[in-house]
């Protein structure tokens, strides 16, 4: 099975940067995904990891260590509608069907203030 | 561009009634899923499936049936609805060979009295 933790919440001032951890243990990896959701809204994809090292999508990077079982989502220049739950999730690995389903962690609330 | 749509944004339904979520997409996605979410729980697998008329558990089936006779949609059955089934239930597609995991359609809110 997976088991995935990240913290519940955080604060961050607007055009600060802030970075959200995510430590997972599983029986088996097929990559980490982070997605953005807006209250009452649908999770939308956010980045994707399936090597070690940092990927950077513009104001969002992401940066994976398997060996160390963590990632991380790194926000930089916040805006006030970045605030929303960040959701990490870890792919398993293909199974007969190749489902590949995702595991998601509980989600870390982010408020960006001014 | 709306790719996965769920026909109903709120339900309210009674106590042992048979309930019936339904999902389509367009993207001619192989695998679909259901997840239901809850404050502190974050998304929980229902159901999957990962073709026409194949379906597979996840962590938290009791309760639930699917049903898959399209590839195009995917039905959520709630055989006899009960209280501790209100929640926000997501479903999402996938295509085979798409490294950007699932697309989401934007969820039903059921309430069960």
């Known amino acids: 099975g997976q088991n995935i933790d990240q913290p519940t919440e955080m604060t961050a001032t607007e055009g600060a940067i802030v970075q959200i951890n995510c430590t997972y243990q599983t029986s088996g990896f097929n990559g980490l995904f982070w997605y953005q959701q807006h209250a009452g809204e649908a999770p939308t994809f956010l980045s994707y990891n399936v090597l070690d090292g940092l990927e950077e999508k513009g104001r969002f990077s992401s940066f994976l260590s398997r060996s160390k079982g963590y990632s991380y989502l790194l926000l930089k220049e916040l805006q006030m509608k970045d605030s929303a739950s960040y959701l990490c999730a870890v792919r398993d690995p293909p199974f007969t069907g190749g489902g590949n389903k995702l595991t998601f962690g509980t989600g870390t609330q982010l408020k960006v203030e001014l | 561009d709306v790719k996965v749509t769920q026909s109903s944004r709120y339900l309210v339904k009674r106590t042992g009634e048979k309930v019936f979520l339904e999902c389509v997409q367009d993207?001619?996605?192989?695998?679909m899923f259901w997840y239901r979410q809850d404050p502190g729980l974050g998304l929980r697998l229902i159901y999957f499936?990962?073709?026409?008329?194949?379906?597979e558990k996840g962590d938290i089936p009791e309760g639930y049936s699917v049903s898959r006779e399209k590839k195009e949609r995917f039905s959520l059955i709630l055989e006899s609805a009960s209280t501790n089934q209100t929640s926000m239930y997501l479903c999402?597609?996938?295509?085979?060979?798409?490294?950007?995991?699932?697309?989401f359609g934007s969820g039903t809110r059921l309430t069960v009295v």
């Open positions: 499936s990962y073709d026409v008329k194949m379906k």
């Open positions: 993207m001619d996605h192989e695998n």
């Open positions: 999402a597609s996938r295509g085979q060979g798409t490294i950007y995991g699932y697309t």
